[in-house]
C-alpha cells in the first residue's frame, strides 16, 4: 500500500469537472483531502492519496496528462 502526500493545482478549463471522482473511479485509489481552495479560474487541493503502489501512480500521471499540476509534497506539514 502506498500513500503519496501531493498538491493539485487545476486549470481553469479543468475547475469544474469531477477530477478526483473520476480518479477514484478508474485507479481504486483514495484521496485524504487535507486542505482545498476553489475558485473561478484555478483551484488546487492538498490530499494524500492511497492505493495500490501500481495505482498510486497511475493515478498521478494521469492528472499530470490531463493538464493538473502534481507536486509531491513528502513529508511538509501544510499549517
Known sequence: ???ERLKLTFPE???KQPII???VQEFD???NIRRASVEEHVGW???ELGGDDDAVDRAIEWLHNIGVQVDRLGDVVEG
Open 1 to 3: 500500500m502506498k500513500q
Open 45 to 47: 487541493v492538498v490530499c
Open 13 to 15: 478549463n479543468l475547475v
Open 29 to 31: 485509489v483514495m484521496p
Open 21 to 23: 471522482g473520476r480518479m
